[in-house]
């Protein structure tokens, strides 16, 4: 959280756009047999033969999705990919190209986009996509990231938010809410930096719900393990506003209504320690939080016993028909309607 006061600073007019753009581009490799043509044309060539393509994109801009003062310029880089293509899990798709366009202010030397960069590549070496593309331009309102993440599928794997069903489970990968709490953690410890900036942050206790906050993983092993215990959902969408929103998505999207069971939610000892230690709910932080980038699920009951005791996966409820509504039943088996409370980008910051 204490900037270095000595760091080199090449300016970004130096080079040009074209040069900013072969100076950060030239360690890329094309590594996906859809690949036909990356960077350096006017547009990228893909061929994804008889596979179905999937597409999504996201925006992320400063002050609003992600504050500098404790998101180091790597992993943003990192966490601006890998939100997209959790997306593209979300399908039940392989993500296999990304483009990225940046608008940036004339605060950010060569040094700091060099950083950013190195983010990118690292998510893309990890998740094994290629980088073909995108556009840079200048900002007078700081950093602006646009990503689009591009996928396969075949035509018969595809999953919808629409496929849900009446007695179908309802299930999640991961834990839930540690994002959230690790963005508690950071927004207090800034708080403490700017009264007093000889003030070292003591994060080692929050170390798991920081990393969830500024370094979270999309689930594409979740995609490969469903295939491998040969389980299609029903239906799926991850989760980056909250559980209770995407649930409700999931019931408008399929015409149905949702039961969740309150002591079902996986929850990591972490975040139930830290919303102590905050006095917060730990069951609204999991319903209303956001940004875990979990998979939420629908499956046909018929495929339970594959999924039963799996380590990765847990049934949190069912689904209704349309016209039970949807519902939290609590620990004291209380029905509480679901509301969207989760995060809202179009809200005043």
Request: hydrophobic share 40%; proline share 4%; glycine share 8%.
């Amino acid at each position: 959280m204490i900037e270095d006061k000595n760091q080199q600073r090449t300016s970004l007019a130096d080079l040009g756009e074209f040069g900013l753009i072969d100076h950060l581009t030239k360690h890329f490799e094309i590594t996906q047999k859809s690949t036909v043509k990356g960077i350096g044309d006017d547009a990228a060539v893909l061929d994804f033969k008889s596979k179905q393509v999937v597409v999504s994109t996201d925006l992320l801009v400063e002050h609003v999705h992600f504050d500098l003062s404790y998101m180091p310029l790597k992993h943003l880089g990192y966490k601006a990919i890998m939100v997209n293509l959790s997306d593209i899990y979300a399908m039940n798709a392989t993500a296999t190209q990304v483009t990225i366009s940046i608008a940036v202010s004339n605060r950010f030397p060569l040094e700091a986009i060099e950083e950013l960069y190195t983010g990118f590549e690292a998510a893309a070496q990890v998740y094994g996509v290629d980088i073909v593309g995108g556009d840079t331009t200048s900002s007078t309102t700081g950093l602006i990231i646009s990503v689009t993440a591009i996928g396969e599928v075949n035509k018969n794997d595809v999953v919808y938010r629409s496929g849900a069903k009446p007695n179908d489970l309802l299930v999640v990968s991961g834990d839930l809410g540690a994002a959230y709490m690790g963005f508690q953690v950071l927004q207090r410890e800034k708080e403490v930096f700017k009264v007093n900036p000889n003030n070292q942050p003591d994060l080692d206790p929050y170390t798991y719900i920081v990393e969830r906050q500024l370094k979270p993983e999309a689930r594409k092993d979740i995609v490969k393990l469903l295939k491998d215990l040969k389980v299609k959902p029903t239906s799926m969408i991850d989760i980056s506003d909250g559980l209770s929103s995407e649930i409700i998505h999931l019931c408008k999207q399929s015409g149905v209504g949702a039961a969740l069971y309150e002591n079902k939610i996986p929850l990591d000892p972490q975040v139930i320690s830290t919303c102590e230690e905050f006095n917060i709910d730990s069951t609204t932080i999991a319903l209303n939080g956001g940004e875990d980038y979990e998979l939420l699920m629908t499956v046909s009951q018929e495929d339970f016993p594959k999924i039963k005791g799996n380590p990765h996966l847990t049934v949190i409820g069912y689904m209704t028909e349309k016209e039970r509504g949807m519902h939290l039943i609590t620990r004291g088996e209380t029905l509480v309607p679901l509301i969207a409370k989760g995060w809202n980008a179009l809200k005043d910051q």
